[in-house]
């Protein structure tokens, strides 16, 4: 009897190692397999969270868009009016050309984000989920009755060891406690030897159950331990399909955030980079010397000057009213065969659709006599014919 009231204070005394899972988070225990069911919904949950948050961000890129625009519609018209010219001029409206490129760019940004990527997005979305009536997604409802089939004949065994684990605390607790009383019996002088046997066949017996208890509890967790390769394969099977699932919505939106991020990154956009390309090409252009030579001769001493000079006398022109000429025409004189050879006197610029313009000493055809209003018709070298005073012109010999 002494053996055993040694050994088993000795194997209770024994460090515990902790436990890996104290809080039973693992995914192998009872339940815990929902977090992996309930990715579905968070997926799917995911994929109208993305859609909104780019929705969004198109919304800023279109009132960017429109933001620049008005920027360079309103600077435009200011700067119209500015006193400043040449390359320097040049130089600053080429911002604003610029800025309505980039505006029209940041506009196509944000249609694509709406026409191109959030309607794939959704598109793949009503494929990838797909419902079960009253059951929220199919996946979601398939993986839990899975999981739940693969699970159930382990848990039943888990739950016969936890009570047989309970059972076998419980005995031992009972031993020490008969041990306790077998060790307060014996030093006790006064208590009589019956007593004190009868003390000590209940820790014997005590020990019986103990030992009894053990023995149910190794059992169980003999039969729990070698059924548990088959639940883990049937668990694992399950997972790794629902991991399948979830590798191809990553993949997915892994090329969707990439498609975004081409739509979004400028910096590789070969027309911003036209853009600012011929933005410096026109600043590097300002020119100070230019410019100066600009307005000196617009607004400096380079202006064109007509000095004082004699000027010669110009003959008045006569006006003819639009219905006489009219009624010119219809009474019109012969025509001269051949015409004659004039030579201007002076510069003549018509103010009529049927008036001839010319220079001084340019020589033409007169193709009809003067008329009582002063008048003459002629033909120009190039063909035109017309009417020109008949005082601007002479004889050509």
């Known amino acids: 009897m002494t053996p055993c009231r040694e050994t088993f204070p000795e194997m209770a005394s024994l460090p515990k190692e902790p436990p890996e899972d104290a809080k039973k988070e693992s995914f192998w225990m009872p339940g815990n397999y929902v977090r992996t069911v309930h990715r579905t919904d968070r997926s799917f949950q995911a994929c109208n969270d993305i859609v909104a948050c780019f929705m969004e961000r198109a919304k800023v890129e279109k009132q960017y868009a429109q933001q620049l625009s008005q920027w360079s519609s309103k600077w435009k018209s200011i700067v119209d009016s500015r006193p400043l010219y040449g390359s320097l001029m040049r130089a600053w409206q080429c911002f604003f050309a610029s800025t309505e490129r980039l505006s029209a760019l940041h506009s196509s940004i944000s249609q694509s984000l709406v026409a191109e990527e959030g309607d794939r997005v959704k598109t793949w979305q009503k494929e990838i989920f797909p419902k079960k009536l009253f059951c929220g997604f199919k996946e979601s409802y398939d993986n839990n009755t899975s ?96 991991q399948e699932e979830e590798r191809k919505r990553i993949s997915f939106l892994k090329q969707a955030f990439l498609s975004i991020h ?67 025409r219809k009474d019109s004189r012969p025509v001269m065969i051949g015409g004659v050879k004039v030579r201007a006197l002076y510069d003549y610029v018509g103010e009529e659709g049927d008036e001839l313009s010319f220079k001084a000493g340019e020589v033409f055809l007169k193709v009809e006599e003067e008329d009582d209003q002063g008048w003459c018709r002629g033909v120009l070298s190039g063909g035109k014919e017309g009417f020109y005073p008949a005082n601007y012109v002479e004889v050509a010999e």
């Not at 004082?308 to 009624?327: A, G, M, N, S, Y």
């Open 147 to 242: 999981f739940s089939r693969a699970q159930k004949p382990w848990c039943k065994k888990l739950l016969k060891l936890e009570k047989a684990q309970a059972a076998y605390h419980k005995s031992c607790q009972r031993e020490q406690t008969a041990q306790d009383k077998e060790k307060q019996a014996n030093e006790n002088s006064e208590m009589s030897p019956e007593k004190k046997q009868k003390i000590s066949d209940a820790r014997e017996k005590a020990t019986e159950a103990k030992e009894k208890a053990r023995e149910d509890y190794e059992k169980v967790l003999e039969d729990v331990t070698s059924y548990t390769p088959r639940y883990m394969e049937e668990m694992e099977a399950i997972f790794e399909q629902s």
């Open 262 to 328: 081409r739509h979004l990154d400028i910096t590789n956009n070969e027309s911003v980079k036209a853009v600012y390309s011929e933005l410096h090409h026109t600043l590097m252009s300002i020119s100070e010397q230019d410019d100066i030579k600009w307005w000196r001769n617009h607004h400096g001493p380079g202006m064109p000057t007509d000095w004082p000079k004699i000027e010669e006398w110009v003959p008045p022109v006569k006006r003819l009213k639009r219905k006489k000429r009219d009624q010119k």
